[in-house]
């Protein structure tokens, strides 16, 4: 069983603060994603990986910044969290190729104060 | 890039009925259309997948068609029951190894 899992379910932080979401998948996978998913805005994806110390923007990064040192770890950065940058946040994984099931953790509730 | 429309926002029907979620692409290069499940509180899952050689794909209660030349795909759920209550993500891939678009949601209520 593909496990994707996300260091906190729920988070608070101030306005200002340097916050951190941690996500890590335990099936070898080379590509990960980030999404933050809003009601009536669908997922929308942020930043993505296909491989070690990789990255690539996806549809929203700006505000956001990522970082995958290990193959199994993506770390979302928040520099300075904003008001509006209180969301879900969906972290997932795929193997590579064109055509293979896309896993998502069980996502982390950030509020900004 | 891609762009995927998803249509209704939200659903009710009576239990027992079929409920239909559309969709619509617009890279004509996208080959790949999951759909996926998320009850309240939990992660989106995966329920069915259809590519584009293939023109429908059906597993129990649940069925997926692709028109290639529309540009449009649909989820078909029949016999509808309350577990089915969920929000529903339909979703595209371009060529090669691009990220899966998704379009915006559909919320399914079904009343027993």
Redo the contacts between chains.
């Keep these: 069983d593909v496990k994707v899992t996300q260091s906190s379910r729920y988070l608070v932080k101030r306005t200002g603060e340097k916050v951190f979401l941690e996500c890590v998948q335990d099936m070898d996978h080379e590509n990960m994603f980030w999404y933050r998913q809003d009601p009536g805005l669908g997922l929308r994806l942020i930043y993505f990986s296909y491989d070690v110390k990789m990255k690539e923007k996806g549809d929203i990064p700006e505000g956001y910044s990522v970082s995958r040192e290990k193959k199994e770890r993506f770390s979302l950065i928040l520099e300075s969290a904003s008001t509006n940058q209180t969301s879900m946040y969906l972290c997932a994984s795929r193997s590579g190729g064109a055509i293979n099931e896309q896993f998502f953790g069980p996502g982390t509730r950030l509020t900004v104060l | 890039g891609e762009n995927v429309e ?1 249509h209704p ?1 939200t659903l009710s029907v009576q239990e027992g009925d079929s409920a239909v979620i559309k969709c619509t692409y617009s890279d004509s290069a996208s ?2 259309f ?1 759909w ?1 499940k998320q009850e309240l509180g ?5 329920i069915i ?1 259809i ?1 584009s050689n293939v023109g429908e794909k059906k597993d129990q209660r649940i069925a997926v068609t692709l028109n290639k030349t529309a540009k449009h795909f649909s989820l078909h759920i029949t016999e509808t029951q309350p577990e089915d209550s969920a929000v529903y ?1 339909c979703a595209a ?1 371009g ?11 559909t919320r399914l209520s079904v009343i027993a």
Aim: aromatic share 16%; proline share 12%; no cysteine.
């Design positions: 998803q926002s080959n790949y999951p996926y939990k992660r989106p899952q995966l997948d590519r993500f891939r060529g090669g190894n691009t990220p899966l678009v998704f379009g915006k949601g």
